[in-house]
């Protein structure tokens, strides 16, 4: 065989490290995403809040990018009806 390629035992023992580097990043995200999501829930009333604020300002400082917004949401909204009412008649 070619001397430039690993061998079968490299290769095993690589993808072994490698599933467990995966295994413990996936267990790191779950830690994060659960922490994050906690937060939004024990805060639910304090976020809405400070979301509402933030439009208030928005629409005080620059109602054309509130527009831009709404707009968007509104396109969004006729896209994903359109994408059901499609999936609805197949």
Do not use: H
């Not at 024990?42 to 400082?61: C, F, M, R, S, T």
Request: zero cysteines; proline letters at 1%.
């Amino acid at each position: 065989m070619i001397n430039n390629r690993m061998s079968l035992e490299e290769l095993v023992t690589e993808i072994q490290m490698l599933k467990d580097e995966n295994e413990k990043l996936r267990i790191q995200l779950e830690k994060y995403n659960k922490n994050k999501k906690s937060y939004y829930e024990k805060n639910k009333d304090i976020v809405k809040e400070k979301a509402k604020e933030g439009l208030k300002k928005l629409a005080q400082e620059n109602p054309d990018k509130l527009k831009e917004y709404r707009r968007n949401a509104y396109l969004k909204i006729k896209e994903k009806k359109k994408e059901s009412e499609l999936n609805n008649l197949k």
